[in-house]
């Protein structure tokens, strides 16, 4: 695949689930599989806390944030497919319900507001 190409959520999961069926020979359960999640998370989480945070990279630990961040996704696309979700209509709905919810709490969010 062309680095450049893009690719949809549509076809991220059906190359993840061509390349199952090719190469892994089956999905892990579902279980195993939100074990898997948890542990690529926590896998991102110590990237992060090591770039961004106050803790510092062990001898020979190197930072790849990309890495981990598809190897969350790769997991969780792996979970949509076993489950039949279908990942950009669940995004779609997530859209539209953080835009009705939220329209104006951020905004209103001193917290959130400039300095």
């Known amino acids: 695949m062309a680095a450049n190409k893009e690719l949809s959520i549509r076809e991220a999961q059906q190359r993840v689930d061509t390349w199952i069926k090719t190469f892994g020979v089956r999905y892990f359960s579902e279980l195993t599989n939100m074990a898997c999640l948890t542990e690529e998370v926590g896998e991102l989480a110590r ?8 803790q ?7 930072a790849n944030l990309s890495e981990e961040m598809a190897d969350v996704l790769w997991v969780l696309i792996c979970l949509a497919n076993q489950t039949g979700i279908d990942l950009t ?3 779609e709905q997530s859209f539209e319900k953080k835009t009705k919810r939220d329209i104006e709490r951020h905004k ?8």
């Open 47 to 54: 990237v992060i806390a090591r770039l961004y945070g106050d």
């Open 56 to 62: 510092s990279f062990k001898k020979g630990e190197q």
């Open 89 to 91: 209509e669940a995004l």
């Open 108 to 115: 209103n969010n001193s917290k959130l507001s400039e300095k």
